[in-house]
Structure formats: C-alpha cells, structure tokens
C-alpha cells in the first residue's frame, strides 16, 4: 500500500473553514475601525465648528446650520450673563453651543460651555 501524498478533501476543506473564519474576523475588525474613524471624524468637525463659533462674537441666542462634507449640522448658541454684585466691576457671562448631526443609528452630539468676564467700565 502506498502513503497519501497530498491533501485530501477533508484537508482542504478544514484549511478553507479556518481561512474563511479568520477573514471573517478581519473584516469584523476592519468594519469597526471605520465606524470609529468616522465617529471620530464628525466629532472632530462639530468640534472645530463649535470652536469657530466660541470664537466669533455671536448674539445672545443664535442657531444655524453648516453642510461639511456632505453631513449637515446644526448649531445652536446660548449666553447667559449672571447678574453682578453691587460691588462688582465686571459681569460674567455663560456660553453653551450645542452641535448636532445625524446618525445612523442615533444623532450624534455635542456639547461646549464656557464662561467669560466682560468689565464694566
């Protein structure tokens, strides 16, 4: 009787469910790499709008909305001022921009307060 030589069929189709099993497991990961990297990329613009609006001097209460690569969001700025002291030479005043988009499942958000002092003299 002579040896096997070679795959058998069995051999080959083992060889080809572990293949197909960690192909799978790529792509798994590959997939959820980029759902990340554009979560990460659209926070990253309504960050930098956020910012580009904190940094404009806006009205009291002001919304709006900016397309940026074909995503739309939507802004919306609220200020505050807290009343002063009697004694106090200065008011401060609390900002809030809130940037929305949408999702795929859920919107996404988000949110950046800050507070500044304006003198009043």
């Known amino acids: 009787m002579k040896p096997d030589k070679g795959f058998v069929m069995a051999d080959a189709l083992l060889a080809l469910m572990v293949a197909s099993l960690l192909l799978t497991g790529l792509f798994g990961v590959t997939q959820n790499t980029?759902?990340?990297?554009r979560n990460a990329e659209k926070r990253l613009t309504a960050t930098l709008i956020?910012?580009?609006l904190l940094s404009n001097d806006q009205s009291h209460?002001?919304?709006?909305?900016?397309s940026v690569s074909g995503?739309?969001?939507?802004?919306?700025?609220?200020?505050?001022?807290?009343?002063?002291?009697?004694?106090?030479r200065v008011i401060l005043t609390d900002t809030q921009i809130v940037i929305t988009w949408?999702?795929?499942?859920?919107?996404g958000e988000l949110s950046l307060s800050s507070a500044s002092l304006r003198s009043l003299d």
Do not use: H
């Open 34 to 37: 980029l759902r990340m990297t």
């Open 50 to 52: 956020a910012r580009s």
């Open 61 to 66: 209460n002001a919304t709006g909305t900016v």
């Open 71 to 88: 995503i739309r969001y939507a802004w919306k700025i609220t200020k505050r001022d807290r009343p002063p002291n009697p004694d106090d």
């Open 102 to 107: 949408p999702g795929r499942v859920d919107q």
